[in-house]
């Protein structure tokens, strides 16, 4: 039996498609194809299916300007963070976050910069601007 896929989710490449369009904030297939060939090189007809594709999912909106299709975000990039980071700490995490920012903190690849600005970040939010 396959595995149902959680449509509420990108997959690796619509992530990627995504990000250029958050980045430009709208574009048409062409102008999404110009920006991923930057990348790695991929067929205008690929990435037209794939846009139809996260259309129909509701990662997308589109409309017509002259004869093209112009695609939008239908959904905000802090909005869909929000979502999978949530997604992530229900899965992975148990659902705690604190789980989640502890193995953050414990990455190695994290540097003393960073920490101070994970801290100026929970004091901003905990009201306290006292380190």
């Known amino acids: 039996m396959r595995k149902k896929h959680?449509?509420?989710l990108m997959t690796e490449v619509e992530l990627e498609f995504?990000?250029?369009v958050w980045e430009l904030g709208q574009g048409s297939v062409r102008d999404i194809l110009a920006e991923l060939n930057k990348v790695q090189e991929r067929?205008?007809?690929s990435v037209a299916t794939v846009l139809k594709i996260?259309?129909?999912?509701g990662f997308l909106t589109s409309s017509?300007?002259?004869r093209s299709l112009v695609y939008q975000p239908a959904i905000p990039k802090a909005d869909y963070q929000q979502k999978t980071l949530r997604d992530l700490s229900s899965k992975l995490f148990n659902g705690?976050?604190?789980a989640l920012v502890a193995r953050l903190v414990d990455d190695?690849?994290?540097t003393d910069d960073m920490l101070e600005e994970m801290r100026a970040l929970l004091n901003e939010?905990?009201?306290d601007n006292a380190s």
């Open 125 to 127: 939010r905990l009201g």
């Open 96 to 98: 705690t976050p604190t």
């Open 6 to 8: 959680d449509r509420t």
């Open 54 to 57: 996260m259309e129909q999912k």
């Open 64 to 66: 017509r300007i002259d």
């Open 43 to 45: 067929a205008y007809t």
């Open 108 to 110: 190695e690849n994290i």
């Open 18 to 20: 995504m990000t250029v």
